[in-house]
C-alpha cells in the first residue's frame, strides 16, 4: 500500500502569514507523529496523536502551532503569523503500534517551509 | 548538553570498508534503540531496533547496545555507495511515545 505522504512538498511564506501543512499516514496506523527537522540536525518532536486524540504537545515551540487529527486519519499542522526561525522541514511519521513507545515509525517525504 | 550526541561527520570511507557509526546518551531511561537511514531530500527510513542491551544483525548491518556505557553503534559491512546517506540513531523509553534523535551521520561511500 501507499506510504505515509505530505503536502505540500515545499511552501514559501512570508513572515507572518499562516500556513498548514498536511499529513496522510498510512490507513490503519494508529498513532501519528510531528516532528520538525532544522538543516543538518536530526528530527525533533512536536506532537503525537492516538487516533483523534493529542496525548503529547510538549515539543510544540510555541502557541503559535497547533495540530489537529480531528477523525483519527489525516493530520494538520498549522503555524499562525510564520517567523523566519519556522523554516525547516516538517515531517510526519505513523506507526501501527497503539500503545508504549512507537520504535517503528514510518516516515514521510516532508514539507519544507521557508519563511521569508 | 543533548541527550543524544552523534558526530554529525561527514564520514568519507572506500566501497567495501566497515563502517561504524556510533551514539551516545544520557538518560537511562531509554529502553528502545533506533536507527534510521535519511536520503537526501527524503524522510527518514527505519534500518532497525534494537530493545535494550545486546547485539542485533540484518544482512550488512549489526546494531550494538552497551547500557552500561550508554553507547550504541551501527555497523555497515561491505559499504555500498548506495549506502550513501545520512544515519540517525533515536531513542525511547517504555513510557511515553517520544522519541529522541541524533543529530545524524553524513556517511560517503566512495566507488
Known amino acids: 500500500g501507499a506510504g505515509v505522504s505530505q503536502s505540500p512538498r515545499y511552501k514559501v511564506a512570508k513572515r507572518g502569514q499562516d500556513v498548514a501543512l498536511r499529513c496522510d499516514p498510512i490507513?490503519?496506523?494508529?498513532?501519528l507523529f510531528w516532528y520538525q527537522q532544522a538543516l543538518g540536525q536530526g528530527p525533533e518532536f512536536l506532537t503525537y496523536?492516538?487516533?483523534?486524540?493529542?496525548?503529547?504537545k510538549s515539543g510544540l515551540p510555541s502557541d503559535r502551532f497547533f495540530a489537529e487529527r480531528p477523525e483519527g486519519s489525516v493530520s494538520t499542522l498549522k503555524i499562525q503569523r510564520t517567523q523566519q526561525e519556522d523554516s525547516a522541514v516538517y515531517l510526519c511519521?505513523?506507526?501501527?503500534?497503539?500503545?508504549?513507545?512507537?520504535?517503528?515509525?514510518?516516515f514521510g517525504p516532508g514539507t519544507r517551509l521557508t519563511v521569508t | 548538553q543533548k541527550e543524544v550526541e552523534q558526530d554529525p561527520g561527514p564520514l568519507s570511507v572506500p566501497e567495501g570498508a566497515i563502517v561504524s557509526l556510533n551514539c551516545t546518551y544520557s538518560n537511562s531511561a531509554f529502553q528502545y534503540f533506533m536507527w534510521y537511514r535519511q536520503y537526501s531530500r527524503k524522510g527518514p527510513e527505519l534500518l532497525m531496533y534494537?530493545?535494550?542491551?545486546g547485539n542485533k544483525e540484518d544482512g550488512r548491518f549489526t546494531a550494538q547496545v552497551d547500557k552500561s556505557s550508554k553507547y550504541i553503534s551501527l555497523f555497515i559491512r561491505d559499504s555500498q555507495p548506495s549506502d550513501s546517506a545520512t544515519y540517525l540513531c533515536?531513542?525511547?523509553?517504555?513510557?511515553?511515545?517520544?522519541?529522541?534523535f541524533g543529530a545524524g551521520t553524513r556517511l560517503f561511500v566512495k566507488a
Open positions: 534494537t530493545y535494550s542491551s
Open positions: 533515536a531513542m525511547s523509553g517504555t513510557g511515553g511515545f517520544k522519541t529522541i
Open positions: 496523536f492516538q487516533n483523534e486524540a493529542q496525548l503529547d
Open positions: 490507513s490503519g496506523h494508529v498513532s
Open positions: 511519521a505513523s506507526s501501527a503500534r497503539r500503545e508504549g513507545p512507537s520504535y517503528e515509525q514510518y
